[in-house]
């Protein structure tokens, strides 16, 4: 086909996007037999309840389509964990919509809601999907800085943000991927800032329940005058290590989620009905499993850090989460993809580079992510290898 049928085959709105870095380094540690510390998901086994529940769903018949915004028992299982959790009381008629993974509920929450033109808050550095989500929806991005080592905002930067075409700010906490757990002064001057300028708060809650030392996690839709302009955005993903199921929801006030499911409802159709039917199980699990969940990540997270900082690089701290951002100035005179290259190829350990969270690629230039959501064995496979990552390369 001549190049000129294909510029006409490809549309405006995709032909500037370059495929996911974070995914693509997948890929690439699979090529050259590395260790994936890039993507974030397990390596360890899936609780065996939620196995044992999914493969009952399908030999029990839950093969068809279910309700399009989600089997009944899953959003009143839904309802009442936020009861338990948070004292939020939802109508799962009205409420809440199971999506496929929270990918799909914030893209469906940004066409549900937004026009061409309307400008969306986002704090940089940022998780990448948000960059192709707000193109889509053909509206233009606002950055506020996460400034490091602990990733605090500039009020009057946010505040000078906001302006009457504001129709959302975006935030992510517990944030990938810099580990940032936002605090509750900090959600309340977002809170007041949305409310001040008639703007909506999607909040990307997939990190909910992995925080650590004391961090505690505050859901903006339980704020003064949020209920009705927050979009709750989450998933089974990271909180039962099942992201490959694609289960998600989003909770938002009855007419927000009208508008969310209108796109839901034609883009997929529904999530898969027998996972449905084990996030039963899942949203119903006791409080010692959230308490372990964490306890588990911390450990983690300090094993990783150490050999991290054994070999050389330097960590920024992470409350939440489970991604530890690195600085590699001290180590290299590479930048983070010509480094990244050198870590999956020759060192056989794959990460994410920095200048994917990043507008500009020299933002990140010096910063590498790695995740810790493996097996002890796995991170200390990693720390193994990266003790031959030669200072001076
Ligand atoms: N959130 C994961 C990460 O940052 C990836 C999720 C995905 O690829 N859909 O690694």
């Known amino acids: 086909m ?3 049928g294909n510029e006409r085959f490809r549309s405006d709105r995709v032909a500037h996007f370059t495929e996911s870095v974070i995914r693509e380094m997948s890929r690439q540690a699979m090529r050259h037999g590395a260790v994936n510390l890039a993507q974030g998901f397990p390596d360890f086994e899936a609780p065996a309840e939620l196995k044992e529940a999914a493969a009952k769903a399908i030999a029990e018949d839950f093969n068809q389509y279910a309700i399009t ?3 009944k ?20 008629e009205t409420e809440i919509t199971v999506v496929c993974g929270s990918t799909e509920g914030m893209i469906a929450s940004l066409l549900g809601t937004t026009n061409p033109d309307d400008e969306i808050i986002i704090f940089e550095p940022y998780y990448e999907n948000y960059g192709p989500d707000t193109d889509l929806c053909s509206a233009t991005r606002r950055y506020v800085t996460l400034h490091a080592p602990d990733w605090r905002f500039d009020p009057a930067e946010l505040r000078a943000a906001f302006n009457s075409r504001t129709k959302a700010i975006i935030v992510n906490t517990p944030n990938n991927p810099t580990g940032k757990v936002f605090s509750r002064e900090e959600l309340t001057l977002i809170a007041e800032l949305c409310q001040e300028h008639n703007a909506l708060c999607i909040t990307d809650e997939i990190y909910e329940h992995i925080t650590y030392d004391g961090a505690e996690h ?9 209920r009705e302009r927050t979009i709750l955005v989450n998933s089974m993903s990271k909180t039962y ?3 490959g199921w694609r289960v998600g929801w989003v909770v938002a006030a009855p007419e927000l989620s009208a508008s969310i499911r209108k796109v839901h409802d034609f883009l997929t159709v529904g999530a898969a009905a027998p996972l449905q039917q084990a996030g039963v199980l899942a949203l119903s699990l006791p409080d010692s499993y959230y308490a372990g969940l964490a306890a588990h990540y911390t450990g983690r997270r300090d094993r990783l850090r150490g050999h991290l900082e054994a070999a050389g690089f330097t960590c920024f ?4 989460a489970y991604y530890l951002i690195t600085d590699i100035t001290s180590l290299t005179a590479l930048d983070d993809l010509k480094f990244s290259r050198y870590l999956v190829e020759e060192v056989k350990v794959a990460c994410v580079p920095g200048s994917s969270f990043f507008r500009h690629p020299h933002l990140g230039a010096h910063l590498i992510r790695f995740c810790f ?8 496979l990693a720390g193994q290898l990266l003790k031959s990552v030669s200072s001076g390369v």
């Open 317 to 320: 701290g992470a409350s939440g």
């Open 73 to 92: 028992p899953l959003r009143d299982a839904i309802a009442a964990k936020y009861r338990r959790h948070y004292r939020l009381t939802l109508d799962p």
């Open 218 to 226: 505050v859901p903006v839709i339980t704020l003064p005058g949020m």
């Open 2 to 4: 001549p190049n000129e």
């Open 241 to 243: 290590s099942v992201t």
């Open 69 to 71: 915004w989600g089997a």
């Open 373 to 380: 959501c493996k097996k002890y064995e796995t991170l200390d």
